[in-house]
């Protein structure tokens, strides 16, 4: 089994300034993590991904985000806001074994960029 | 990276006709695909997954005779929306799953109006 939890559902942030989205997850196995962000209409777009490598991910846009096992934790960050990152931004877990796989997402976190 | 495309982005179509979306991975075969629906304001909701050869799992709550979905080969899943009402309009996104390292990867969704 597994979940994810997006502490806030809603962010608000003046531009130049950093981002913090908080994600916390739970699995009974070894967890891939992602961060999706979807524009208004739009799809999902791949920002950064989790497969039991580095645990500090970098990600397109200047975000990035930290694996943390022992907090269960997977962060989005970004050190200065822009008005163009305004958007919701999703966190999505799934099972990192081969073959048939399930997603698990978040509720997703809508992110506010202050002029 | 690996793409998925969807087609149409979007539709408008009278109450009572039947709907057709498509879910391509361009350049990877996926032996899995997902088909999620997404309400205003609201994460994605898995409504079934579509292994290639065999019938469709559906989510509890999806109706498998409104929403058939068909994966008839390692790069095409779709999803038709038969006999659509209002209530049918939604945006409605496809995932697929690589076959080789399992990694995953989002169409830009299909934006379904039913009038």
């Known amino acids: 089994a597994q979940s994810v939890t997006q502490l806030d559902s809603h962010v608000s942030v003046s531009e130049g300034t950093p981002v913090l989205l908080r994600c916390n997850y739970s699995?009974?196995?070894?967890?891939?993590l992602f961060w999706y962000v979807q524009h208004p209409n739009k799809g999902l777009q791949l920002l950064l991904k989790?497969?039991?490598?580095?645990?500090l991910v970098k990600g397109i846009n200047g975000f990035e985000a930290e694996f943390k096992k022992s907090e269960t934790s997977f962060h989005l960050t970004k050190p200065s806001a822009h008005m163009s990152d305004a958007a919701e931004y999703f966190c999505v877990v799934t099972p990192n074994s081969g073959g048939y796989q399930k997603v698990t997402f978040g509720i997703g976190t809508k992110l506010q960029v202050i002029p | 990276g690996a793409v998925v495309s969807q087609h149409p982005s979007w539709v408008i179509c009278k109450s009572g006709t039947s709907v057709k979306i498509e879910c391509r991975s361009l350049d990877f075969q996926a032996t899995t695909m997902f088909w999620y629906r997404q309400f205003p304001k609201q994460s994605l909701m898995l409504m079934a997954t579509s292994n290639e050869g065999s019938k469709a799992t559906y989510e509890q709550g999806v109706e498998k005779d409104k929403f058939l979905i068909n994966h008839a080969s390692l790069t095409l899943s779709t999803l038709t929306v038969t006999s659509a009402h209002p209530e049918d309009s939604s945006f409605y996104i496809c995932?697929?799953?690589?076959?080789?390292?399992?990694?995953?990867?989002f169409g830009e969704g299909s934006r379904l109006t039913v009038l």
């Open positions: 699995s009974s196995y070894s967890p891939s």
């Open positions: 995932s697929a799953v690589t076959s080789g390292n399992g990694e995953l990867f």
């Open positions: 989790y497969t039991s490598a580095a645990t």
